[in-house]
């Protein structure tokens, strides 16, 4: 079996028990809600009494969620250069949830440094790492586990998914019953496919072996340090290994890929 070690450096990530004990990386999927329900605490809770629009910026810090005399000063949120102010103090590690955002759900819980932009919208359960970047548009639609300093990006969808620390899906992706490694990049337009056309359960080949899963919903497991080109399609049941390359426009087949795969059109 294909082992969550095989695709990801599982050390000093807070996601690290989810992984604990599984035989094959694909198992993770199923194990994405229960861990989320273990183990979030809400930051949300009390703004969400006013609704689930969020209708004035708000920061957290420290424990305080604070809505007057703000100056935000944004910069790279993942590297920890987005800049908050209150009466001219400034506050380190604060995260940001812009008016217009949606929270969905009290179940959310977001990280110190998180910016959430106007338009996104949030549904439970759901944790946001540290210095994470949440851009206008996203759609985060439950079940979804996003580690530190990652970006997900303008109109990217993710549902019951996984982002480990650094990775980035910034426009246009759609992530599926997917987990990404640390340091993947999705370039625009990305989709990670979940569901077959054809009825019947998801099969990967691995090295001529057919393994059959008794689940109809798996989309991609990108290991550590891959990156897709622009408007990139993986099927159902795609497995790739540490730093493999996919190029733009192309559709990658099911199954495991090993580590370094280079994916491009045929000469």
């Known amino acids: ?28 999927i199923g194990q994405i809600k229960p861990f989320l329900q273990g183990n979030l605490v809400s930051s949300v809770a009390e703004i969400r009494k006013k609704g689930d629009l969020v209708k004035q910026t708000h920061v957290l810090w420290n424990g305080k ?25 400034k506050l380190e590690h604060a995260a940001v949830i812009y008016a217009g955002a949606a929270l969905m759900d009290d179940d959310i819980q977001i990280g110190s ?23 206008q548009g996203a759609y985060l639609r439950g079940s979804t586990l996003v580690g530190r300093a990652c970006v997900v990006g303008h109109v990217t969808e993710m549902k019951n998914s996984i982002m480990l620390d650094g990775a980035k899906a910034g426009h246009f992706a759609y992530l599926g019953d997917s987990v990404l490694g640390r340091e993947v990049n999705l370039g625009a337009g990305t989709k990670l496919a979940n569901f077959k056309i054809a009825r ?28 897709t080109g622009c408007n990139t399609v993986t099927s159902p049941g795609t497995l790739m290994g540490p730093s493999s390359v996919v190029a733009p426009n192309m559709t990658v087949p099911a199954g495991y890929h090993r580590r370094r795969t280079v994916i491009r059109p045929k000469k």
């Open 65 to 89: 969620i604070i809505t007057e005399d703000l100056e935000l000063k944004p910069g790279d949120t993942t590297k920890g250069k987005f800049e908050v102010f209150h009466r001219g103090e």
């Open 200 to 227: 019947g359960p998801i099969k990967i080949k691995v090295e001529g072996e057919v393994i059959e899963l008794n689940i109809r919903k798996l989309g991609a497991i990108l290991g550590d340090n891959t990156s």
């Open 113 to 135: 440094g998180v910016v959430i932009e106007s338009g996104a919208l949030i549904k439970g359960p759901a944790i946001i790492g540290d210095n994470t970047e949440v851009r």
């Open 1 to 28: 079996m294909l082992k969550p070690n095989y695709f990801f450096d599982l050390e000093e990530l807070e996601a690290k028990p989810l992984f604990n004990g599984l035989d094959a990386v694909w198992d993770a």
